[in-house]
């Protein structure tokens, strides 16, 4: 079994209404990624695309795979057609891997994922060949492989479009290529009761929304990602907070909790990038006890939310309690 978390996007896409708008603290829908729109931006319908993330310029993602030593066949990356009819016909789309997306990505990210090689996986995909199948609007490039030959390094594979078979299709200009990470659930990866505080120094009507449960989700070896599981960003990929009591997100933001060898947090950082493209990032408080404790699992870690204009715009100092794996 494996999870796929997809990261630097628009996540909320999906769940995202109207009336959960009205509550999300004036960080509108620029702020929180969620307005790219490839067609209109290109002029041009029936657009493919690589939808691992659906909205993110990045198109990055992880899968997180439980340890195992047998060959397991998964989906690697979405291929789609962006439209809301589906495809009148087979389209036949054909991707290329392409190692410098990866380093890329590192290079703006201050990231170290490496490609594996060739013998650690096998694309089932004849030639690269993706298949949009006719009535459906998305079709997959597949690959194997034994999740325990990824064990402690963080893995990534990057791959391009390199062109489509039927004419009249237009390759995206902005979702033309994707990241997926492979990465084994580390020790911190978890489902988590999330308890303590968090004090916004420019609103007082913004508080935490503790206690709520989340997930703590694999990004690598030694790090994991905050993600909400109740409210009404459950899955976001938000900060769960409250605004005058109702439940509210800050967004662009959720917490990367990365270890050292000995448990100890020693860096905070922003899945969205340090700094989003809102300017938030974050930043560990040393003066934390920042750990994860062996004995029953729990963490305990304190941290900032920084803004431009704000530097520690809010405060969280957090417990969180292991309840069962996710």
């Given amino acids: 079994m494996f999870k796929s978390i997809s990261i630097k996007a628009a996540l909320l896409l999906g769940g995202f209404t109207a009336v959960t708008l009205s509550s999300c603290l004036k960080d509108d829908l620029y702020d929180q990624n969620k307005v790219q729109s490839v067609a209109a931006k290109e002029g041009k319908t029936k657009i493919i695309e690589l939808g691992v993330t659906g909205t993110s310029n990045s198109n990055f993602m992880v899968l997180a795979f439980n340890s195992s030593n047998t060959d397991t066949t998964f989906n690697l990356i979405p291929v789609t057609l962006a439209s809301s009819e589906p495809a009148p016909e087979d389209i036949n789309v054909t991707l290329e ?70 004419a009249g299709y237009f390759i995206s200009g902005n979702l033309n290529q994707a990241i997926v990470a492979i990465a084994i659930k580390n020790k911190y990866d978890g489902h988590y009761r999330l308890t303590g505080t968090m004090v916004d120094a420019t609103n007082p009507a913004l508080t935490g929304a503790q206690p709520i449960e989340v997930d703590l989700e694999t990004l690598g070896s030694n790090s994991v990602v905050l993600n909400p599981t109740q409210g009404p960003f459950a899955g976001a990929y938000l900060y769960p907070i409250l605004n005058a009591g109702s439940g509210s997100g800050y967004g662009s933001f959720s917490p990367v909790f990365t270890f050292d060898a000995n448990d100890n947090i020693i860096s905070v950082t922003n899945v969205y990038g340090q700094p989003a493209a809102n300017g938030r990032s974050g930043e560990l408080d040393p003066s ?25 715009r809010s405060s969280m100092n957090e417990k969180l309690t292991y309840l069962r794996p996710r």
């Fill in 97 to 166: 891997k392409n190692d410098a997306i990866v380093d890329a990505y590192n290079n703006d990210n201050g990231t170290a994922y490496t490609v594996p090689s060739s013998n650690m996986y096998t694309v089932l995909n004849p030639g690269g060949v993706v298949t949009i199948p006719k009535g459906s609007n998305t079709g997959y490039l597949k690959i194997k492989i034994k999740p325990n030959d990824f064990i402690g390094t963080d893995w990534a594979l990057g791959y391009k479009i390199k062109s489509v078979d039927k």
């Fill in 288 to 312: 934390g006890v920042n750990k994860w404790f062996a004995s029953d699992k729990h963490i305990e870690v304190k941290y900032w939310m920084n803004q431009p204009g704000t530097t520690h």
